[in-house]
């Protein structure tokens, strides 16, 4: 079975910074696009960074210049360095990954459990 495991999230004050991780295991062919969402309390699930594997990236405007996106293709891992983050940054930060399990089977969206981020003094 494969799994998306996120770490990394926490309480920060308003400028901090914080470094998540997301970690695929169990069978896995290939692995396409991975990214990073977020939804915070009352609000619909976005799209904060996604990176193809070919190192195409795109990232919501609001957190363009403070957030980075990077992957580990070797450690199956995607990883999201944030920095000055502000109230408005506050939710729970989801991992995203497009995965092939067996040749001619299609990609699988798949998602990880969530980890929490509150920007708060």
């Known amino acids: 079975q494969v799994q998306l495991v996120e770490s990394g999230g926490g309480l920060v004050e308003p400028g901090g910074s914080l470094r998540l991780s997301c970690a695929a295991s169990?069978?896995?062919?290939?692995?396409?696009?991975m990214g990073w969402y977020r939804q915070a309390p009352g609000k619909e699930r976005e799209m904060v960074a996604r990176?193809?594997?070919?190192?195409?990236?795109n990232y919501l405007d609001s957190v363009k210049g403070r957030f980075t996106i990077s992957r580990d293709n070797a450690r199956r891992t995607v990883y999201l360095q944030m920095n000055s983050l502000q109230p408005d940054d506050t939710g729970v930060y989801y991992c995203?990954?497009?995965?092939?399990?067996?040749?001619?089977?299609?990609?699988?969206?798949?998602w990880g459990q969530g980890t929490p981020v509150t920007v708060s003094s």
């Open positions: 169990g069978v896995i062919l290939r692995i396409n696009t």
């Open positions: 990176i193809s594997t070919t190192g195409l990236i």
């Open positions: 995203n990954a497009d995965i092939q399990t067996r040749t001619y089977h299609p990609y699988v969206t798949t």
